[in-house]
């Protein structure tokens, strides 16, 4: 899997936070909360690999959790007062089970997600 086209700064400032960085350059961790609702997106890099989880601000269980490899890029997009994080080419993954190269090569990826945070928390594939 190629390295991920990214710029930490535009998660940073589409999210407004900065990252928790595990390990730098490896994995970096994002959480924001906005009217009640917690959001965590985790980004490893090196392997082209995202989690994003959605939850209820106070609740440990998440709402929901999409794993999945980014096979263009996560760019940002600023309108006129908002901005969005837009994730190229995605492959939705069961889990954090990573597909091998092989299997990687017959994924058509036709998905991208749209994540915001501002002023609310809104994710949408498109």
Same mark, same amino acid.
């Given at each position: 899997?190629?390295?991920?086209?990214?710029?930490?700064?535009?998660? *940073?400032?589409?999210?407004? !936070?900065?990252?928790?960085?595990?390990?730098? %350059? @490896? &994995?970096? %961790?994002?959480?924001?909360?906005?009217? =009640?609702?917690?959001?965590?997106? &985790?980004?490893?890099? #090196?392997?082209?690999?995202? /989690?994003?989880? @959605?939850?209820?601000? =106070? !609740?440990?269980?998440? @709402?929901?959790?999409?794993?999945?490899?980014? +096979?263009?890029? *996560?760019?940002?997009?600023?309108?006129?007062?908002?901005?969005? +994080?837009?994730?190229?080419? !995605?492959? #939705? #993954?069961? %889990?954090?089970?990573? +597909?091998? &190269? &092989?299997?990687?090569?017959?994924?058509?990826?036709?998905?991208? +997600?749209?994540?915001?945070?501002?002023?609310? @928390?809104?994710? /949408?594939?498109?």
């Amino acid at each position: 899997m190629p390295l991920l086209d990214w710029d930490p700064t535009d998660v *940073i400032e589409c999210l407004e !936070v900065l990252p928790e960085a595990e390990e730098p %350059g @490896i &994995d970096y %961790g994002f959480s924001c909360t906005s009217d =009640g609702t917690h959001l965590r997106l &985790d980004v490893w890099p #090196l392997e082209s690999l995202v /989690a994003l989880s @959605i939850y209820r601000e =106070g !609740v440990e269980q998440a @709402i929901v959790t999409f794993w999945f490899y980014v +096979l263009d890029r *996560i760019r940002q997009v600023k309108h006129t007062s908002e901005s969005c +994080l837009l994730f190229e080419r !995605v492959v #939705l #993954l069961a %889990g954090p089970n990573p +597909l091998d &190269d &092989d299997e990687l090569k017959h994924v058509k990826a036709e998905l991208s +997600l749209r994540l915001q945070a501002r002023p609310r @928390i809104q994710a /949408a594939f498109v």
